[in-house]
């Protein structure tokens, strides 16, 4: 198997931070040097695997972020070394850590030649963060002072724009945050995709723009995007940054990652995401074409914690301490995640590891006895799932762990797909466990803590918990000197005593790619970078 494990441990975000506050590098380029060289032997195509996205506006995909950071380029980008460089932007100042300065790079431009200005971005986060236009990924811009306005506990907005934003000249806009943020210049990377900018006059109709997105980034849409064909993406000639490897992207929407995976395996589709139900047989089928990139993404059981047979502590200790984590790794996944111990992603600095104890470790016995003690369960314990992803062996798993440890009607149900998952359970509609997990968008314990254990979050219900204890130490620890990930692991020990979920896996993302695939580079967040993927001669 050909494995691509890029730990972050030795990523410092102290280290990114001193280079955003110093301002833009010496080279003026958005990549290492190495990174500049491949550009220049670019050429060729290929496809990858892909849900259906149905949304495409950056603000509002949930499953496009690969398209995305192709049509996209964002102001930072985190290389795979921990040094934060520059994209779409020269500069991300700051003299106390609330009130920063952007300073975009002169001679950018959209798809449709227009100049990326301020009032762009400015135009953007404003669309994005209005409460009425209801933008899945709105939560991203929660921090930034003024949003709150947008979206009021009651009634309509007051306002359109967030009093947080002002626009200096063409090129320099203003954020000023509700409070201390050392992580913001991070948030400005590659996978916020809400941040990533539109041309102003796109907006008057968002309908037309998501059938047709036009970006700042190193690939162009060709065509209008029509649901469930396939989509492709050529290189835009005056992108002003680093060129792609290759020439054209098609994305080939799929309903199952099953069917993609035996599509890669014929050579029908490039790159495809390896399913839970391939596993253990991948290096059989793709010999080195097998791609395991350790990520910032870790693995919940949900629970619906409206409803009251979930309220007790206990029970959801008791259902945690019910799951032989090990044994499904090992059946499921061969070996390729690790047992979670911490409500964050082991790859993200300062995670404290282990602060789970005894309930994130298999105890079936004690499982049982803390049920009984907390009253028992009453009803059918169903856990649901999106149908068609490749994770019916897993959750039926753990359903027969909990009927045969918990001695409840435990039963693991499908929805008919990702779409109808996201709606049930965006709208609480489930009254049993269910999926939850979220790959973090930069490398920080706070991208993972903000959108779980806030309300205003990014990944509604996924851990449907959102104490104000937690969110006062998350703003706490937001404020604090940067120390390694220690003031958010300080944040854990809050959540552990309201255990609102069990977490179940720190995670690696899986790829597997056709002869035509060279070599699949990742990135900090886990995905292939696939302005960078190298094609076989």
């Known amino acids: 198997m050909r494995t691509r494990r890029t730990r972050l441990a030795t990523i410092t975000i102290a280290t990114a931070l001193t280079l955003s506050a110093c301002g833009s590098t010496d080279s003026g380029e958005t990549s290492s040097a190495e990174s500049s060289s491949v550009a220049e032997d670019g050429g060729g195509s290929f496809s990858m695997a892909v849900t259906d996205p149905d949304l495409l506006i950056p603000g509002r995909q949930s499953v496009a972020f690969d398209f995305a950071m192709a049509v996209w380029a964002p102001l930072t980008f985190l290389e795979l070394d921990g040094e934060l460089t520059y994209v779409q932007a020269e500069s991300v100042e700051s003299e106390d850590q609330q009130t920063w300065t952007i300073t975009l790079r002169d001679g950018w431009t959209f798809h449709d030649g227009s100049p990326v200005t301020a009032q762009d971005y400015v135009d953007t986060w404003n669309t994005v963060a209005y409460g009425p236009n209801a933008f899945e990924n709105s939560g991203q811009l929660a921090a930034v002072q003024g949003y709150d306005d947008l979206n009021p506990a009651e009634g309509e907005p007051g306002t359109e724009e967030m009093s947080g934003l002002t626009v200096i000249d063409d090129l320099t806009f203003e954020v000023e945050l509700e409070g201390p943020d050392s992580q913001f210049p991070l ?74 995976y035996t599509d890669a395996l014929a050579g029908n589709v490039d790159v495809a995401s390896l399913p839970t139900s391939r596993m253990t047989q991948a290096a059989d089928d793709f010999g080195d074409q097998v791609y395991s990139f350790e990520a910032p993404g870790i693995s919940f059981l949900g629970l619906p914690l409206w409803d009251e047979r979930y309220d007790d502590v206990r029970v959801r200790q008791a259902i945690s301490m019910a799951i032989d984590r090990e044994t499904i790794n090992d059946v499921i996944y061969g070996g390729q995640y690790e047992p979670a111990t911490a409500f964050t992603p082991a790859i993200e600095p300062g995670t404290p590891e282990g602060i789970c ?151 690696t993302y899986g790829y597997v790619t056709s002869d035509k695939v060279d070599e699949l580079v990742t990135s900090p967040i886990g995905n292939p970078r696939l302005t960078h993927i190298v094609l076989a001669d």
């Open 187 to 260: 948030q400005l990377s590659q996978a916020q995709t809400a941040l990533y900018p539109m041309p102003s006059d796109s907006l008057e109709d968002l309908d037309a723009y998501n059938t047709h997105p036009i970006g700042n980034g190193p690939f162009e849409l060709t065509d209008d995007y029509v649901e469930d064909e396939p989509f492709v993406v050529t290189t835009y000639a005056d992108y002003a940054g680093v060129a792609p490897t290759t020439d054209q992207i098609t994305f080939v929407p799929y309903t199952d990652n099953v069917t993609a």
């Open 357 to 507: 104890g005894q309930y994130c470790e298999y105890r079936p016995d004690e499982a049982a006895a803390l049920l009984e003690e907390a009253g028992g369960f009453v009803g059918t314990m169903e856990i649901t799932y999106p149908g068609g992803s490749g994770l019916d062996e897993f959750y039926n798993a753990i359903a027969n762990n909990l009927r045969q440890n918990l001695g409840v009607d435990a039963v693991a149900t499908p929805t008919a797909d990702w779409a109808e998952f996201l709606e049930v359970r965006t709208n609480a509609g489930i009254d049993g466990p269910f999926f939850s997990r979220w790959g973090a968008l930069y490398p920080s314990q706070q991208a993972t803590m903000r959108e779980l254990f806030l309300e205003t979050g990014g990944c509604t219900n996924c851990v449907p918990s959102y104490p104000d204890d937690v969110a006062e130490a998350i703003a706490a620890a937001d404020a604090a000197p940067d120390d390694g990930g220690e003031s958010y692991a300080a944040v854990q020990e809050l959540i552990v005593e309201d255990f609102p979920a069990p977490p179940l896996f720190f995670e």
